[in-house]
């Protein structure tokens, strides 16, 4: 049988699982908000206890890491992930938890050819273009300052 490309394209649109984009946006919307305004109650909480404005920031950054590479680590991260989608990728929690993952599946292959190569293979990018992005901007802001 001969499929053309335009056959192929009428079969996969009929396979493919119809996906409620309003449902998925507000469940994303809502769950993404829900993980901030964790962050934001733990960050009160420290705040309210007499810490600096950058310390309470600080630790509810690395609570929130923390709480991330726990949860995927015990299976519920995904589980969430598959329902809310886009609502758990909230940069904090969804950069521990590419880290936390990747770091789980190349644990059989020994902490130095498994775990230590590939626990950036996903975050590694982001980490590279984000660091390059930000000494080009350090790079013009330091120019474009010297010549106003």
Same mark, same amino acid.
């Given at each position: 049988m001969n499929i053309t490309p335009?056959?192929?394209s009428k079969m996969a649109e009929k396979a493919r699982p119809k996906s409620n984009v309003i449902v998925? $946006?507000?469940?994303a919307f809502?769950?993404?908000?829900?993980?901030?305004a964790i962050g934001q109650i733990i960050r009160n909480a420290f705040a309210a206890g007499g810490a600096s404005d950058e310390?309470?920031?600080? @630790? $509810?950054?690395?609570?929130?890491?923390?709480?991330?590479?726990?949860?995927?680590?015990?299976? @519920?991260?995904?589980?969430?992930a598959k329902h809310a989608g886009a609502g758990t990728l909230v940069p904090i929690t969804g950069f521990s938890?590419?880290?936390?993952?990747?770091?789980?599946?190349?644990?059989t292959e020994g902490w130095v050819t498994g775990v230590g190569a590939k626990i950036f293979t996903i975050a590694g990018p982001v980490i590279l273009y984000g660091?390059? $992005?930000?000494?080009?901007?350090?790079f013009i802001y330091y120019f474009v300052g010297k010549l106003m």
């Open positions: 335009q056959m192929y998925n $946006t507000l469940t809502a769950v993404g908000g829900g993980i901030c310390n309470a920031a600080l @630790w $509810t950054s690395v609570i929130l890491v923390s709480l991330s590479a726990l949860f995927t680590g015990l299976g @519920w991260y995904q589980r969430l938890n590419s880290i936390s993952s990747s770091a789980i599946e190349a644990q660091t390059a $992005t930000a000494f080009l901007y350090g």
